[in-house]
């Protein structure tokens, strides 16, 4: 089982979304968060003052799929997430040891 | 099998049967008192069995050691899954070493039943010795109630012991038992209203019942030295409170039964089965869940109404806070109220018949941030009937209303008149959100809290430390009318009231009506419908990319001016507040800013966009709407103003100023001037000419008024209309009737070239002294050639002085700038002045620039030294 981990704009979250839906992946957590990579951060000038805000707010989408089904959820969250320029995000993989359902205990890709 | 055994398997059959039964019989009849009552004699029973098998097989003994019922299970309220409190009682230390091995194993065999214990253990000497950091023991023991042993031991405990102790130390007990509640009261944001409440523990619940319970009888206690014979409370509060916990008990015990153990949180399931069974409500008709939830939340606020009336009439239990502002509230304040330990008392209680003696009532409350006294409860409780014969309506209730909103505890006082059923009497548009549970996992609370808790979220802004809400503060503090953003958040979501799926609708819907019944002003109706209309926009542009300038474009443009922008920046930082304590995340409360800033400076660069006589919006079809004879007039008029001029004035303004524009044959220079909420408000219209906005910022200057707002634009025509906002520094207006006139015709005579401005500056000069300056603003000046494809932007910030506007217009002017459109605006000591210029007609160049940033550079300097 792989655990995916997607930061993106926050614009492209409901696009995100329903791509997934789409493929058949229901569950997700969705984090607010705020980063940069290579995009440069915005500063406003208001009445004087700068606003400078170098940790841009984005948004996290984790899920976690089984092995077979990785690769699908990989490609529909590029195609929704992407507009081509700097700032569209990363997606992380990391493998999963266990899954646990904690409403009855169910255990591996049945919990999914 | 040994006795002991056989005795444990019969006890265990018992609780078995006996449970099942009292289940079954509860869910027949839905009476949680029976149910609590039954259960209560069952464990009396295999308690005394046990003590019987255990301790001692006499039935009087042993002596010297006793059993005792204490808490919940001392006042006979044992409910399904419960714990039992237990108390060993010994009459001396030595006592307890005879039967410890007696002890453990009486409680092994109830552990082994399956039934939760929380026994203490004490001799009758450490029951008479009071322990601050555990006045929860020595409140238990005022339930207490004999189930076995030394029952001489239990009447030295009940009728000598306690007594004695609670009189010794009542204040402790009032105090202890006060922060306790407090505290739990402040863990669930002081208020009833929770979407999934808990029975037990959120205001309103058992927990308050007792407590008001306790408060009562330790009041008592320590002044009579004795158990009260009757009721504490005053029967119609005793009727209020006993249906209450009738209520209270059934629900809990549908809730223990319901989830196998001691949990007693509503949730909304919950809430769907109970109002199935009509749990507490067994001769209400069929009920919904949100009605089966207003029920509850009735009892609820009973219940909370009277603990803490209980609280603030008992001075023992007053916060450390309060009793240090004690003698401060007891001044009589007013001619109709007396204040009394914080609470307000009516010198006359027949002053109620008079409606508008019950709004000041409630102003008097906001403003000062007290509370009513039982007996002002009860007389207005009395009161309404009348009342409701004939409300209040109309613009005198809005002058209440709005005064009212805008003190620094209209939260409170809202909330006051909410419990008293006044609110939805004076606002029955608040009637469909009254205690209204929508579902959404976000909401933590009730629609009408939600909306009073949004009030209160922005009158909390001015003492809180946190950087975001500071720099909301200082938004708020600017805005012209905040009573309407006030009534805006009070109003926002009566739609989730209706049925129907889009709230917004609704709530326009019910606002309109509203506004009518109050006779708001067509202008002040229109902001706060937009403020309705448009209170999910600026959270649905988070869910975009907010720094992107065509995002920032469209937003600002679909608000259009900066005054519906900062309104609508602090409703969804008020709306996002009040949803739970976590929603505004620092994420969020960052993500609104930029996107105000964004739009802030988006208006600023853009108010240029002119508009066209013959175009279709909805603004001009209501300007010709009131004038339609005007016909080509009215095209001439309009063209070639900014768009920003049909934004910041109202329809009836712009007719003015046209009526006044069409006077130009009798008069050039025609000006009005009126008195406004905060400001003086001058009108300008005349026809274009150089230096004009310089000449009329001098004659306000050499008046000595300050100038906190200004627009000055311009039509295609050539004709202008200059809008001045100014405070009156030296009140001359203020206490000279005869003095408007004359100001009005200096400014006429200026203009018209008979009058020296000069001289009236140096004489103004000479007879003034300088205000310290408090806060030191830097300088900036910035020029923007991107924003406007027809105008240089020019934006100077500078320290507020007197003047300061006339000498940077004078100077602009006397560099060749025309200044096409002004907006001026003040933020505290800063002054925050944009120009779009054009010099013959084009934008400025570089060095034209360079020129005009250098002289004013040096302007603004002189004028610094000066002062």
Known sequence: ???????????????????????????????????????????????GREYSVDLIPKTKLEVVLADAMVEKAVQAIIEAARTGKIGDGKIFLTRVDEVIRIRNEERGEGAL | MTAASSLIIELRSSIAEESARIEREYAATGD????????????DEILRRLWLDLVSADEAGPHGFALVATGGFGRGWLFPYSDIDLLFLYADRGGETGYKDAIRQFSQELWDLKLKLSPASRTLAECDRFDANNTEFTISLLDCRFLAGDRELFVRLHDKLIPKLVMRESKALLQGLAEVTRERHGKFGQTVFHLEPNLKETPGGLRDYNVACWLALISS?????????????????????????????????FLHFRHGRDDNSLSWEAQDEAAARKIGAADAADVSAADWMRIYFRHARAVQRTVMQLLEETPEAWSTLRRQFQGWKSRPSS????????????????????????????????????????????????????????????????????????????????????????????????????????????HRFTV??????????????????SEWDQRYAELLGELEDPELLYLALLLHDTGKGVPGSNHVEGSLEIAGRCLDRLDVEPGERAAVLFLIANHLELSAQLRRDIF????????????????????????????????????????????????????????????????????????????????????AKFKDFVEGFPQRYLLVHSAEEVMQHMTMAEEFGHDPVRVDLKRGRHWYELALVTKDRPSLFATLTGVLAAWGMNIVKANAFSNQGGIVVDTI???????????????????????????????????????????????????????????????????????????DRPRLLHRISSCLSQHGCNIEIALIDTEGQMAIDTFYLTSGGK?????????????????????????
């Open chain 2, 548 to 631: 992107n300038p065509e995002t920032v474009a469209a937003f600002a443009e679909k608000i259009g001016t900066p005054e519906r922008l900062k309104m609508l920046c602090l409703l969804t930082y008020a709306d996002i507040k009040a949803v739970n304590p976590e929603a505004l995340t620092p994420w969020k409360a960052e993500n609104v800013w930029q996107l105000y800033i964004g739009a802030a400076n988006y208006l600023n660069r853009s108010a240029d966009q002119r508009v066209h006589g013959d175009a279709s919006d909805e603004k001009l079809a209501r300007l010709r709407s009131l004038a339609p004879v005007t016909g």
């Open chain 2, 448 to 465: 009408d809290e939600h909306s009073i808790l949004a009030i209160e979220s922005l009158h909390r802004l001015n003492q809180s430390q």
């Open chain 2, 843 to 867: 934008k400025l160049g570089a060095e034209h620039q360079k020129k005009v940033g250098k002289a004013l550079g040096e302007e603004l300097k002189s004028l610094e030294i000066s002062q």
């Open chain 2, 221 to 253: 206690m320590g002044k009579l030295g004795d158990w009260p014979d009757a009721s504490l409370l005053r029967p119609p509060v005793r009727k209020q409170m006993d249906a209450a916990l009738e209520f209270l008990m059934a629900a809990r015990c």
């Open chain 2, 725 to 799: 906002y100014f405070t009156d520094r030296f009140r001359t207006l203020e206490l000279n009737m005869s003095e408007w006139q004359r100001f009005k015709q200096s400014i006429t005579g200026v203009l018209a070239g008979s009058a020296d401005l000069e001289r009236m500056l140096r004489d103004r000069q000479r007879s003034e002294k300088h205000a310290r300056v408090k806060v030191v603003v830097e300088t900036r000046i910035d020029f923007d050639d991107e924003s406007s494809s027809t105008s240089t932007l020019l934006q100077v910030i500078a320290q």
């Open chain 1, 1 to 47: 089982m792989t655990k995916v981990e997607a930061v993106i704009q926050n614009s492209r979250l409901e696009a995100v979304k329903s791509a997934l839906q789409e493929i058949g992946v229901e569950g997700m957590t969705v984090i607010e968060v705020r980063g940069h990579g290579r995009q440069k951060g915005h500063t406003e000038v208001y009445r």
């Open chain 2, 32 to 43: 949680g008192k029976a149910a609590v009552a039954e259960r209560t004699r069952l464990i």
């Open chain 2, 335 to 442: 001619s109709d109220f007396s204040v009394v330990d914080g609470l307000i008392f009516l010198k006359q209680s027949s002053s109620l018949q008079d409606s508008e003696m019950l709004l000041r009532l409630f102003h008097f409350m906001a403003h000062h941030g007290l509370k009513l006294s039982a007996t002002t409860e009860h007389h207005i409780e009395q009161a309404l009937p009348a009342l409701a014969v004939t409300p209040p309506r109309g613009a005198e209730l809005w002058l209440y209303l709005q005064e009212t909103l805008l003190q620094p505890h209209a939260a409170d006082a809202l909330r006051a008149m909410h419990s008293l059923r006044l609110l939805t009497l004076l606002l029955p548009e608040l009637k469909p959100i009254d205690s209204l549970v929508v579902r959404d996992f976000y």
